[in-house]
T-cell receptor, first 109, second 112 residues
């Protein structure tokens, strides 16, 4: 039982490049989330998906898109990376409590 | 003003001390309250989960929720060096998307 699995763990992008962060959960949860974590800011919600086929914006959605591919998988895409998107990204799935992946450390230069 | 306020610390205590961590919040719709522990370069892991007001105890950890004051606490008894981490409070409402709103985290160091 792996819980929530994120790939990749680390990534360096040049400004303007695109990439997709992958997330998969094996807990059969309906709800999945993408957060970013910056020093002194805690975790801020980017996008969430309450169920397969639905997505909605969170607190900081600009510059991101998401896809809920199926119940297990929820991906986050950066179409044109900017230095302000340098952060640690966490995927979570939730029933009554949220369980987190180990994070993707992204640097945009 | 943030919806959830948490003192960032760092908080440094000797081994064996009782640690008190706190958060205040402004949204009266919050019903679910959680504490997460996050080690450096790791994802947050759930420590305690409480619904509505009251106390909950699990081993050395006790979570308290006072909804009338919009104040939650986490107590750690007999603190250990392995408790050194960042502690994040999180909460969510009873309806809608149920996404968690986090405090900014308190960094705790337990000195041996």
């Amino acid at each position: 039982n792996a819980g929530v699995t994120q790939t990749p763990k680390f990534q360096v992008l040049k400004t303007g490049q695109s990439m997709t962060l992958q997330c998969a959960q094996d807990m059969n949860h309906n709800s999945m989330y993408w957060y970013r974590q910056d020093p002194g800011m805690g975790l801020r919600l980017i996008y969430y998906s309450a169920s397969e086929g639905t997505t909605d914006k969170g607190e900081v959605p600009n510059g991101y898109n998401v896809s809920r591919l199926n119940k297990r998988e929820f991906s986050l895409r950066l179409e044109s990376a900017a230095p302000s998107q340098t952060s640690v990204y966490f995927c979570a799935s939730m029933n009554t409590e949220a369980f987190f992946g180990q994070g993707t450390r992204l640097t945009v230069v | 003003q943030k919806e959830v306020e948490q003192d960032p610390g760092p908080l440094s205590v000797p081994e064996g001390a009782i640690v008190s961590l706190n958060c205040t919040y402004s949204n009266s719709a919050f019903q679910y309250f959680m504490w997460y522990r996050q080690y450096s370069r790791k994802g947050p892991e759930l420590l305690m989960y409480t619904y509505s007001s009251g106390n909950k105890e699990d081993g050395r950890f006790t979570a308290q929720v006072d909804k009338s004051s919009k104040y939650i606490s986490l107590f750690i008894r007999d603190s250990q060096p392995s408790d050194s981490a960042t502690y994040l409070c999180a909460m969510s409402g009873d309806t809608g998307r149920r996404a968690l709103t986090f405090g900014s985290g308190t960094r705790l160091q337990v000195q041996p």
